[in-house]
């Protein structure tokens, strides 16, 4: 079973210019997460996708970020525009099914998208 | 804010069992006890969860304590690429997240 993957693994782009994060998530799992760590602080929260519906985007920093997954499949995650606060990895995460059992089912995480901004 | 304790740090041997501390003494009864961890440059990984009994699996055995106010993560016999950030979380039942800490940081040494 291939795990949930993110592309690219690496951007630096300018202050100012606009970036897309994607993330595959494990085939079949109706949850998909979005999660950063910007320098020096801990892994924080973005948004939590149910198929292609937003269950909680309550950790989204501000209107420049957008986030959406059509289909319910994969995910992109846009900056837009990029500011140098926005520089860290960005974690895509899926688990299985929303409902029964959802909080024992745990989340599986991909590698992370580094993204720097100069 | 994250809902539990640990360590900072710590060392351990190789080929030693690793013994990790966590508290989360303002635990509710629905919630689940996680635990990850991340490799440098890799993405957290999954390692065991549990909500009142004892677990085991091919990485780990998790030991919550009666009152469910603690567990300890333990590593049976610990090998260099065990060295890691360990995160203990509590999934939060009123929401979707798991919410970071610090973690610990392990050391595995030869």
């Known amino acids: 079973e291939a795990g949930v993957t993110q592309f690219p693994s690496h951007s630096v782009i300018e202050k100012g210019q606009t970036v897309t994060l994607r993330c595959d998530p494990i085939?079949?799992?109706?949850?998909l997460y979005w999660y950063r760590r910007v320098m020096g602080k801990e892994i924080k929260f973005l948004l939590h996708?149910?198929?292609?519906?937003?269950q909680d985007e309550s950790g989204m920093p501000n209107n420049r970020f957008l986030a959406e997954r059509t289909g319910g499949t994969y995910s992109t995650l846009k900056v837009q525009p990029a500011e140098l606060e926005d520089s860290g990895v960005y974690f895509c995460a899926s688990s299985p099914s929303w409902g029964v059992g959802f909080y024992n089912s745990p989340l599986h995480f991909g590698n992370g998208t580094r993204l720097t901004v100069t | 804010d994250a809902k539990t304790t640990q360590p900072t740090s710590m060392d351990c041997a190789e080929g030693r069992a690793a013994n990790l501390p966590c508290n989360h003494s303002?635990?509710?009864?629905?919630?689940?006890v996680y635990w990850y961890r991340q490799i440098h440059s890799q993405g957290p990984q999954y390692i065991i969860h549990?909500?009142?009994n004892n677990e085991t699996n091919e990485m780990a055995s998790l030991i919550i304590t009666e009152d469910r106010k603690s567990s300890t993560l333990i590593l049976p016999h610990a090998t260099l690429r065990d060295t890691a950030v360990y995160y203990c979380i509590v999934r939060e039942a009123a929401g979707n997240k798991l919410t970071f800490g610090g973690g610990t940081r392990v050391l595995v040494k030869p």
């Open positions: 303002t635990i509710s009864g629905n919630e689940y």
């Open positions: 085939s079949g799992h109706d949850n």
């Open positions: 996708f149910v198929k292609e519906s937003k």
């Open positions: 549990g909500l009142k």
